[in-house]
């Protein structure tokens, strides 16, 4: 396969970069760890544990209450 080029804003390949590293990985091996199936498909079989792999390294926030609603995001307007 030939290779592909993406454009990511420095912020972005800064984060990608930093997440891959963080779990022992370069930047290729990591997307090719979790985006390359071989039959055309994403290579995430789980995807709660593809998301908690995702979430190591980040920082633990606080639980959104049961009764959250659009009506909390607009609060403040009329």
Known sequence: MAPTTIQLDAQTAKALAEHAAAVGLSVQDYLKKH????????????????????????????????????????????
């Open 35 to 78: 985006f390359a199936g071989g039959n055309g498909t994403n290579g995430v079989d789980d995807p709660d544990r593809w998301l908690d792999e995702l979430a190591e390294g980040l920082p633990d926030l606080p639980l959104l209450s049961r009764d959250f609603s659009t009506k909390d995001l607009y609060s403040d307007h009329d």
